[in-house]
């Protein structure tokens, strides 16, 4: 027996979310940007810079990728939770967090 | 369909499978606390960059304060994250709001000891 398909549309919900993921990427390449910038040191921001761009690039590629992998699982009825993407964020967020530290008060 | 990691699995094996605009609503308020977090540290940057008026001790102060508040709100947005996901799974009632009173009383903290700052400065 086929699912009837709920009322609300399933891309919108899903091209939503994977939006704010790029936007937090960005924002993630935003403050490591400014903080190795603050640091002062030339290898600092280089290193913080390619840190967080990489970063970024692997969350927005995953995000895209999970994008379309969640329009499949949402018609079979799949699970689309994604706890590796959220705690890879949430850990970049803090790390980035010491960082930013370590640069304002030395 | 992909194989995901092990510990991935546990979390989906948990309860049943809410409705999804209940997962992607969890997933973007996450990302929402995130970016406000990230913009904390900015902030704090930014108070070390730009605020001359300020002794150097006091500008640490604040920028580090800041920074912090901005480290501490991510860690409480992943939790946050984590405890809706169960609740969901579990249909149990969704966990208290922690986060707002972090921010709503870090900032209003952050803001006092800018103008004790400034003042004595």
Redesign the interface.
């Known amino acids: 027996m086929v699912e009837p398909r709920p009322p609300w549309d399933d891309g919108l919900q899903n091209e939503r979310t994977t939006l704010a993921w790029i936007r937090t990427s960005l924002s993630l390449v935003a403050v490591g940007t400014f903080a190795g910038k603050q640091s002062g040191s030339n290898r600092t921001f280089a290193v913080l810079l390619l840190v967080v761009v990489a970063t970024a690039a692997t969350m927005i590629v995953a995000a895209e990728r999970r994008h379309h992998e969640r329009s499949h699982h949402l018609e079979a009825g799949r699970p689309i939770v994604s706890l590796p993407a959220v705690t890879l964020t949430a850990t970049s967020a803090v790390g980035l967090a010491l960082v930013s530290a370590v640069v304002v008060l030395t | 369909?992909?194989e995901?990691?092990q510990?991935?699995r546990r979390?989906?094996a948990e309860g049943t499978?809410p409705d999804?605009?209940f997962?992607?609503a969890n997933?973007?308020t996450?990302?929402?606390w995130?970016?406000t977090?990230?913009?904390l540290?900015?902030a704090?940057?930014?108070?070390?960059?730009l605020v001359t008026d300020l002794p150097g001790w006091g500008r640490?102060s604040l920028?580090?304060f800041l920074?912090?508040l901005?480290?501490l709100l991510?860690?409480f947005?992943?939790r946050r994250?984590?405890r809706s996901?169960l609740a969901l799974r579990r249909a149990t009632a969704l966990p208290t709001n922690q986060l707002a009173p972090v921010i709503a009383y870090g900032l209003s903290t952050g803001a006092a000891l800018a103008i004790v700052l400034i003042v004595i400065g």
């Open positions: 369909m992909r995901r990691w510990w991935a979390l989906e499978e999804p605009r997962t992607f997933e973007r996450f990302l929402a995130i970016r977090s990230l913009a540290m900015a704090g940057i930014g108070v070390e960059a640490r920028a580090g920074v912090f901005g480290g991510a860690s947005a992943f994250w984590f996901e």
